[in-house]
């Protein structure tokens, strides 16, 4: 057996989540590889709306194990809320959740730094969701982190101290007005760490070759997004982990021989949250119904989205580093209704047509060259058949699928798990 791979390949909120739902009936294991409370998985079935930040997205599905992975970082206090949250629909998720003891803790002083650090730079802020991911993962290449399977320790709150002591050292560093009474965030901490140490922790990678010497199949889950990945995004402008398929091996412990098919997760457009350079970016009409009809606010910050045309060039750079073999499109019933489209198939790069993605990609280096579509008027969301899309769709996808020399097997035409047509 071999681990497949579930990838955003965008600047994230592609839809991850809601195609991990769709596909867990075919899998034993869900894991999650990387990240932390920054990802939002929005899923939405029966009626009701459930937005993840750490659990797998396979949490709703009785028969799936739900494994978060040694590369992820764990906040205490928002794992418990979502364990709440979870209380609430009567999931029994201590026989199916598995945490990783080697998947580091975020700490409150690590959402302090974030926010410290944040405030120092000013203008020059990279938009962080101030969830204390990148503090504690530079913890984590520092050698100091505090890890699942320290709480099974006897003098973990020593090494807790000594580290919350540093942090508050280096927050007073930035000479920023932060206020905060770290007595309170330190009581919620502690209460959401006994709430963690009733689950269950495992020596994950072992587990993970176990499972696949048995024959299980596995589908390992990305958070973000290809294009915020820390060594192939756009840097400074990326989240502190790598979101690529090289991700999944070091956050699960998985061997690149036993990775199998690795499907990739795009809009039918484009959109960004935070500070960045994003070629295709609209300021008009066209980006505000993007929008308005796409709900583009972030399920994590609720930040609105800045939305675009589809980058084509940044998309086929995302399938590269990725090996993508399969495509899943998201939200095409938000482009209902456009006169016309158009997809960014190259960049004026300083002066000279490009069609690979640069260095750089700020405006004044970068200009995108357009090829303009057909829209349709159809309402996708009803539709349940390939056979019911409309001809101006299927041309669009087929020109996509001709560029990117991959398969579109997934369209989404809705927010529900009901609403995808499988082609």
């Avoid at 606010?297 to 800045?306: E, M």
Wanted: proline letters at 4%.
């Amino acid at each position: 057996m071999a681990v497949d791979l579930l990838l955003g390949l965008q600047w994230g909120d592609e839809g991850k989540g809601k195609i991990v739902d769709v596909l867990t009936p075919n899998y034993n294991i869900i894991a999650r590889f990387q990240g932390g409370p920054n990802a939002g998985h929005t899923l939405v079935f029966n009626g009701m709306k459930h937005v993840l930040h750490t659990i797998p997205s396979g949490i709703f599905h009785d028969d799936a194990i739900n494994l978060v992975g040694n590369g992820v970082v764990i906040d205490p206090v928002i794992f418990k809320n979502e364990l709440e949250k979870l209380d609430d629909q009567n999931l029994d998720y201590t026989k199916s959740l598995r945490l990783s003891r080697k998947a580091h803790l975020i700490l409150p002083t690590h959402r302090l730094l974030d926010a410290a650090s944040e405030i120092a730079k000013g203008k020059a802020k990279i938009g962080s969701t101030l969830k204390g991911i990148g503090p504690t993962y530079m913890d984590k290449t520092g050698r100091n982190g505090i890890r699942i399977g320290d709480l099974e320790l006897t003098n973990w709150k020593e090494k807790y101290r000594a580290l919350a002591n540093k942090h508050e050292r280096m927050i007073a560093f930035y000479k920023v007005d932060l206020q905060y009474n770290l007595d309170e965030l330190e009581t919620e901490f502690f209460k959401a760490i006994e709430t963690l140490k009733a689950l269950t922790f495992i020596d994950s990678e072992e587990y993970i070759h176990q499972s696949l010497k048995e024959g299980k199949s596995i589908l390992a889950e990305g958070a973000q997004g290809s294009l915020l990945d820390i060594d192939f995004g756009t840097y400074p402008f990326v989240t502190s982990s790598n979101t690529t398929a090289a991700g999944a091996c070091t956050g699960l412990g998985v061997a690149p021989n036993k990775i199998g098919d690795v499907f990739g997760i795009f809009k039918a457009y484009t959109t960004r949250v935070g500070s960045g350079p994003f070629p295709t970016e609209l300021f008009d009409e066209d980006g505000e119904t993007m929008g308005r009809v796409g709900q583009e606010f972030g399920a994590t910050t609720g930040r609105s989205r800045r939305c675009g045309w589809l980058d084509l060039v940044a998309l086929r750079y995302a399938c590269q580093i990725n090996g993508v073999t399969q495509l899943m499109m998201m939200k095409g019933d938000v482009l209902s209704g456009f006169k016309t489209l158009k997809v960014c198939t190259a960049y004026n790069y300083k002066g000279k047509v490009i069609t690979h993605l640069p260095y750089n990609i700020e405006a004044e280096n970068v200009t995108p060259i357009y090829t303009e579509f057909k829209g349709w008027s159809e309402d996708l969301t009803t539709m349940d058949d390939a056979s019911q899309l409309p001809k101006e769709l299927n041309d669009y996808i087929a020109f996509l699928e001709e560029e990117l020399d991959i398969p579109i097997k997934i369209v989404s035409v809705g927010p529900d798990r009901k609403q995808t047509i499988f082609r």
